[in-house]
């Protein structure tokens, strides 16, 4: 499915920014560390007079140089444990070092008992190294692929690719060194470093940084800058507000998605994120589709699945927060790993707030996990408080999550997986509409939806009924487990196709049509 073009538009700095976000999660960082080293390589760029054409590779290479280091993470966590705590090494020792060497390895089968971490220590003894080194070069290619799917200039692809080449041509791939090495690759190695040096030691620590890497993992020229002009370059950070700075700082014009420029790009990210586990590959996009099918059934309006559609492919960003140790754990999960998967829905609501087109998409995707009853997370709403939006999309979400493979159990087949959903309708924990609806979409048979008298659907005749007997709107919805605004909505789309404006009218409706009476159902 795809927006229409009157739509809203997307400003395609808004959707790396708030992808970045994820990246400084997987590193182990403060979210807006990414962000902060945007501006550290633009003041950079400023101060050694870089066009506005030179700037914008800058711009989006310093915010994509890591967005393919999750990609192996499955790989990382199966060497060292925890894929999180492994890369937030990256900024404690020098680059190629032999004390990051040493560290790397004394995490190699962390988590494990020890009789493992001796299996996998010799296995990575026979290739380990190697293996690792080929992953921090695919992780680049990776970058410069996901910048080609995004439709950036071919400046941005080649700097992404080189991000972590070095001065000295001891980087990875190793191709490049000195001048070769793309300027914008440059300033995000230096703005990337600096960062973090400056947020743990201020000033001193930064420039200290730089003059310590000059001439190997560093341009020289851009450090002798930054440390001539480290007040200018890094002053304030603290003080501004870093979403809006990075957004207000693109430059020349910002790039504008609308339409299936939209869609492409954000099914481009969910791809990307898709790739964090052998286990969910192709699982965002899987979910929009049925979502589509399953809005379409339920007759949503058509913003309304395209708000869906996207909050689909969005959903699962927060899962870049979260260790790989976790996701692809083959046994049960113990109490603090489960609370840190709990947390997934939650991280992709704060990668998307910062974005007023992004945030009412993350509004959505954060109630995927919600369950009618209160048993859901992470805020453990109840049915009112979730939208029927939210509804579907949990719906789908977890069908799909059935019938794919996970580290603890195979696949479901589909009649299983369609079991599973009909119970939990059952026990008031997936609503029973939406469960209808996306097992109609996935193809399995469900009982033929009737319509009432003047097209009244099936839901509209039991808020009629409810209506007709005297229930406000919010005993209505409290009796039917909808919000109160969508109980008043059924309730003015009654009025419309029966055509009254009363409560009156509507009950003579109601048994004119042989709509009641109606027994109430027994009590147990």
Known sequence: MSGSDAGPRLRLAELVAALSLGVDLGFGQPMEHVLRQCLIALRLAERIGLDDEERVAVYYTALLVNVGCHSDAHEQAKWFGDDIALKAGKYRYEQRSLAGAAAAVRLIGSGNPPLHRFRVGLEFALGGFHEVDRMISGHAALAASLAGRLALPDSVRRAVAASYEQWDGRGWPG????????????????????????????????????????????????????RRDAETVLGELDAVHTWEAVIAAEPALGVWLGGEQFDQALLAVADFVDLKSPYTLGHARAVAELV????????????????????????????????????????PLGTGERERVRLQPYLTERMLCQSPTL?????????????????GYPRGLTAPAISRQARILGTADAYRSMIEPRPHR??????????????????GRLD???????????????????TGPA???????DVLRLLARGLSNKEIASRLVISPKTARNHVEHIYAKIDTTSRAGACLFALEHGLLPQAEPATA
């Open 359 to 375: 945030a009412p998409l993350g509004a959505i995707a954060v109630q995927h996990r919600e369950r009618l009853d209160g048993s």
């Open 292 to 331: 589509d099918a399953a809005a379409a059934g339920l007759g949503l309006a058509e913003d309304q699945r395209t708000r869906l559609h996207r909050a689909a492919l969005l959903h699962g960003l927060g899962r870049l927060g979260v260790s790989n140790a976790i996701w692809d754990k083959p046994g």
């Open 455 to 461: 097209g009244l659907t099936g839901r509209e005749v």
């Open 175 to 226: 191709e490049l060194k000195g001048e070769a090495v793309p300027i914008a690759s440059r300033l995000a190695q230096v703005a990337e470093f600096t960062e973090v040096a400056h947020r743990l030691g201020g000033t001193a620590a930064a420039t200290a940084l730089a003059e310590r890497r000059a001439g190997t993992q560093f341009d020289p020229r851009l450090a002798a800058v930054l």
């Open 410 to 427: 195979d696949a479901l087949t589909a009649p299983q997986a369609a079991a599973e959903l009909r119970a939990e309708a059952a026990a």
């Open 432 to 450: 029973a509409e939406a469960v209808t609806a996306v097992l109609a979409a996935a193809g399995h048979r469900v009982p033929r939806r009737t």
